[in-house]
Each structure stands twice: as C-alpha cells, then as structure tokens.
C-alpha cells in the first residue's frame, strides 16, 4: 500500500514539472519573438542605444546573461554617460560571479549619478556576497538615507545585521520593510529566518507563511517552515512543507534527504 502511494507521489511530482515546464517554455517563446523583432530593428538601426538595452533586457529574461551583457556593453558605446547602462552591465557581471567587474560599474554608475539608490543597493550586495559586511552596510545605509521607503535596501541591510549577530536590528529592518510594502515576501520569508535564530518558532512560522500567500511559489519559505514545524515536532506538516519544496525545486537535494528522515516519525 505504502509503494503504490510513493509512486503515485513521484507521479504527481512528474506531472506538476511537466507542466510548469510547459508554461515557462511558452513564456519564453513569445520573448523569443520580441527578441527577433528587436533583432531586425537593430539591424536597420544599428547605433540606437534604447535598442540594444531592449535586447538586453530581453535576454535577461530568458538567462542569456552573456547576451544581455554584451547588449549592454554595446548601448553604452552610444551613451556613455547613462549610468542605467552601467547598473545593467553590473548586475549582469554579478550574475555571472565577475564580482570586481559589477563592483566596478556599480561604482561607476554611482560617479555619474550620486542619488542612483539601486546601484548603491547592488553594490552593497556586491560587497555582502564578498563579505565585506562592513562595506555592505555602509551602501545599504547611504541608499536608504537617499531614499526612506526604498524597501530592497532595508531587507539587505537586515540580512547583512542577520549575519552580524545583531539579530533585534535584523528583525527591524525587516518590519520597517514590510511597513513600507506588505506584499514584501522576502522581507516576511527573511525575518522568518532570523526569528527561528531566537527559537521564536511560531512566530517563524507565521512569517513563513506569510511569505506563501504573497508568493506560492516561494519554495525556500516552505523548506524553512517545513524545517521549522520539525522543530516543533509537527512532523505532518513538516512532510507537507517539504513535499511541496520538492514539486517547486525538484533539484532541492536538502529537502529530499529531510524528508528521507522524516519517514521514521510520520504515522502514515
């Protein structure tokens, strides 16, 4: 009885790729054909900056980073002096893990434009992903200085005070975001992180959740509040939770080895 229910689980997983799959293909289908129209353009105009920064976000969308960088590097042959262009190109380096590079544009970006809160906000990111924490926080701070309800640079700057330790200001900046924004998953999913570091476990769970009805498709929130109800030895919802990690990542390799584990507590 037990097999046939694993293997009609593993069908369903089946089923449910299948079909996500189908609807990120037919996405990129139809940026695929913008991608074409925007070719034949830019081959009748060939010097229009706007249009290689089109491509290049086109090709963002559908992953070619390579593409959309080399969009990018060629729009700013035309406009050397648009600092957008330069926030493109870095972020576009950071995907590709060239962290001097997109450190570098960041820069540059914000030498032409000193109230270009985005860039210091990627910067900033930069910076954390080098771990620079110090440096991290002093770009988040300069952006939110600049702008008091841009609400990326207060989810940052409360993981960069996470990872600091300083855990109450982590938990501030994450409200102080979801003040400004409650449709701000990542400020709930994050502060669910930081609560569960205090044992705040219910409370954890309600920022979790939070983040789900914002985002269903949030399978890193239903990993943590899966790990969480374990915590709490709800080892039913536990299951759930890392089920439904598992229909969204497939690839989610922690979450199948918890689950493993969980098989000697579930009462099926």
């Known amino acids: 009885m037990l097999k046939k229910i694993f293997i009609l689980f593993v069908i369903l997983i089946c089923f449910l790729n299948y079909h996500s799959c189908i609807a990120y293909e037919h996405s990129d289908y139809e940026i695929i054909k913008k991608l074409t129209k925007c ?9 229009n900056a706007k249009l290689y920064i089109q491509r290049g976000y ?12 080399s969009d990018y590097e060629e729009a700013k042959r035309y406009e050397p002096n648009n600092y957008d262009i330069y926030y493109s190109i870095a972020q576009m380096q950071f995907r590709l893990k060239n962290y001097d590079n997109a450190f570098e544009n960041y820069t540059k970006a914000v030498s032409i434009n000193k109230k270009d809160v985005k860039s210091y906000v990627g910067r900033g990111l930069v910076k954390e992903t080098c771990g620079n924490l110090q440096g991290a926080l002093e770009d988040y701070n ?24 300083d855990y109450s200001g982590a938990i501030e900046d994450y409200t102080k975001a979801i003040k400004i924004d409650k449709y701000a998953s990542d400020a709930y999913y994050n502060r669910g992180l930081t609560l569960c570091k205090l044992k705040k476990y219910e409370d954890a769970i309600s ?14 929130a239903y990993y943590h509040r899966g790990l ?8 039913e919802k536990a299951r759930l939770d890392l089920i439904k990690t598992i229909e969204i990542q497939p690839q989610n390799k ?7 584990e969980l098989q000697d507590y579930v009462v099926e």
């Open 142 to 165: 300069k952006a939110i200085k600049l702008d008091k309800k841009y609400v990326q640079a207060y989810v940052n700057r409360g993981v960069v005070k996470d990872k600091s330790k």
């Open 228 to 235: 969480t109800y374990i915590e709490l030895k709800n080892y």
């Open 39 to 47: 070719n034949k353009k830019i081959e009748r105009n060939p010097e």
């Open 254 to 260: 922690e979450a199948r080895l918890k689950l493993v």
């Open 58 to 69: 086109l090709n963002f969308m559908v992953g070619n980073y390579e593409d959309a960088l």
């Open 207 to 220: 920022d979790y959740t939070s983040a789900i009805e914002l985002d269903n498709y949030y399978a890193l």
